[in-house]
């Protein structure tokens, strides 16, 4: 047994527990690995809720989060717009530099003024946060063809158009980096990636 008096060796001993518990806690908290490069994203070149053009060009060097959604939409789009709504107020919090991005799958009735009255109503600031429409065929090409997500036609009158319900996160590069549910753990995955490419 140690010669060290009993009064001693018990604060060292809790010390070291403290030190092993300190040690477990900073191994938890590193930097998770980035997401993998899935592809690169093309080019476009759309018109967004402000009537101005909005592109690639505008998001490049920029980490940004895409997600697809129309204005009279009778289903889940009220949620995915909240969703990027409580995402924005927690990058900020965060003081993450990331563009917000939602694609109109309705760009006929989606006019920008239409888009501008829907984001203002869920609070959405244009210098972050951008909602896209255009000719159709420009859209599609942006959101099927870049973005890797589907944009279906209305299915009646008055209905539901079907599309993708995942976020996208593309990187500064212009690179596909993920897909992610709009459920709360495909959002906190969301989160943590933006993170890693952000560097926050």
Request: charged share 25%; net charge neutral; aromatic share 6%.
């Amino acid at each position: 047994m140690s010669g060290l008096p009993r009064a001693t060796r018990a604060p060292a001993s809790r010390a070291l527990a403290r030190l092993v518990l300190m040690g477990l806690a900073l191994a938890g908290c590193t930097d998770a690995a980035p997401p993998p490069v899935l592809q690169s994203v093309s080019d476009f070149r759309l018109v967004d809720q402000t009537g101005a053009p909005f592109g690639s060009e505008e998001l490049a060097g920029r980490v940004w989060v895409a997600n697809f959604v129309f204005t009279t939409c009778p289903s889940v789009c009220p949620m995915l717009t909240q969703q990027m709504a409580n995402l924005d107020r927690r990058l900020q919090a965060r003081d993450l530099d990331v563009r917000l991005v939602s694609f109109s799958v309705d760009p006929e009735n989606d006019t920008p003024e239409v888009l501008r009255a829907y984001a203002a109503r869920h609070g959405a600031d244009a210098t972050r946060w951008r909602f896209l429409t255009g000719p159709r065929e420009a859209v599609k090409a942006a959101v099927e063809g870049g973005l890797r997500m589907r944009m279906g036609e209305r299915e009646a009158p008055g209905g539901d158009i079907a599309h993708g319900m995942h976020f996208v996160l593309v990187d500064g590069q212009g690179r596909l980096r993920g897909f992610y549910r709009s459920d709360g753990d495909g959002m906190a995955d969301l989160e943590r990636d933006v993170a890693t490419l952000v560097g926050g």
